[in-house]
């Protein structure tokens, strides 16, 4: 039910979220960055290079088309694109569109052909299977936030043979590892 200014306006919010807690992920005490692991002198959180993601589907039942997305983006800002299937079919007889804005411009249709489509900026997919009529898929692009610190926690010792972790790594805490529970993959997708 949002429009695309409505969905622009949350993607902008959840950005925001994500340097938020970037920043807060990269706090010092006593001039050391407390969720770097031993790697106290370095930021653990930092903002990557542009990635191309992989596309994430909506197919319908009984389709079998699939998506490879790559390129080297050369854009200026977060962007995901959308990708339709205008008529079902495989290379050379299946059709498509795409949009840029949110799906509120497309482009004229066409075949599906044997290599890559340019997306724009950079952007490409590799369309293969077969399609059907309704089938669509985005193709994400944003600049990943990467952890930058070790896995060591700090212990203390309490006896002679038993010691206590006193802190957690940023990875572990917050993400920024590209792994399932990494909160930036989560909130990227989510704005994407």
Avoid: C
């Amino acid at each position: 039910t949002y429009n695309a200014s409505q969905r622009q306006a949350a993607a902008e919010q959840i950005q925001q979220y994500m340097e938020e807690i970037m920043q807060v992920g990269n706090t010092k005490i006593g001039g050391e960055h407390i969720l770097a692991g031993f790697r106290t002198d370095t930021a653990p959180f930092l903002e990557g290079d542009w990635q191309v993601q992989p596309p994430v589907m909506h197919l319908n039942s009984g389709s079998t088309g699939t998506a490879v997305s790559g390129g080297v983006y050369t854009g200026t800002a977060s962007r995901t694109y959308l990708v339709e299937m205008v008529s079902g079919g495989g290379t050379g007889v299946g059709a498509y569109r795409f949009s840029v804005d949110g799906g509120q411009s497309w482009t004229a249709p066409a075949v599906i052909p044997a290599g890559p489509v340019s997306l724009g900026d950079g952007v490409e997919v590799t369309l293969g299977g077969t399609w059907m009529a309704g089938d669509r898929f985005s193709i994400p692009v944003y600049k990943p936030i990467n952890y930058e610190g070790d896995t060591h926690n700090f212990e203390i010792a309490l006896g002679a043979d038993s010691r206590m972790v006193i802190n957690e790594v940023g990875s572990a805490a917050v993400g920024g590892d590209q792994g399932e529970l990494d909160l930036f993959q989560m909130l990227a997708q989510l704005k994407s």
